[in-house]
């Protein structure tokens, strides 16, 4: 039997985190905007050994800041995510990992930047970098795109290990930064750089 996780998504509106979801789960991207999902399970494969990862929605409620505590319960994992072409859903990133850490505060932090293929528009750059390495409580950063697919499914892969496996997040193009491995950490460990409901474009 796979062993289950539950992961939560967290971010200011538009930055995509729908449409990441939907990305993974369904390999569906829609230029609209994806419709509001409740949840999605996946299962994957950890050093031959099959993780479920089961990903809660917000549902559009981070946008009247109406989430309440029974979204955050039970979390093992929280993927805060930006849009590297908004530097206001940047700045907010720690806002959202001490919300997450209020309400769940065993879970793990992982921060997406998202919407990596709209490079010649990107806002938030070599700072990111300087902020993960500081900040004790983010496992390891990545960026992804919705649109293309871009690292999503190795992002999902790195959280599964992360969480389950004892060799953490080695993916091509990350910076290990600690000891790896168990589902807490207060250490950050990796930095991956690359490349919504109806309302939350990529």
Do not use: H
């Amino acid at each position: 039997m796979a062993q289950p996780y539950r992961l939560i998504i967290l971010g200011n509106p538009n930055v995509g985190k729908t449409s990441i979801i939907v990305r993974w789960a369904d390999n569906a991207f829609d230029e609209e905007g994806p419709d509001n999902v409740d949840e999605k399970t996946k299962t994957v494969k950890v050093g031959g050994k099959e993780v479920e990862l089961t990903i809660s929605d917000t549902a559009g409620q981070e946008r009247f800041r109406t989430l309440t505590s029974s979204y955050y319960r039970n979390a093992d994992a929280i993927l805060v995510v930006f849009d590297v072409t908004n530097e206001d859903s940047y700045s907010d990133v720690a806002a959202w990992i001490e919300e997450g850490q209020r309400y769940a505060a065993e879970a793990v932090v992982f921060l997406v930047g998202n919407k990596s293929d709209l490079g010649e528009s990107r806002a938030v750059k070599e700072e990111v970098k300087s902020y993960v390495e500081k900040e004790q409580l983010i496992k390891f950063y990545m960026e992804t795109s919705a649109k293309t697919g871009s690292n999503i499914d190795k992002l999902f892969e790195g959280v599964a290990k992360a969480l389950d496996g004892p060799g953490g997040q080695e993916d091509e193009g990350a910076t290990a930064k600690g000891k790896p491995g168990g589902k807490k950490t207060k250490s950050a460990e990796s930095i991956t750089l690359g490349g919504a409901s109806k309302t939350e474009k990529r």
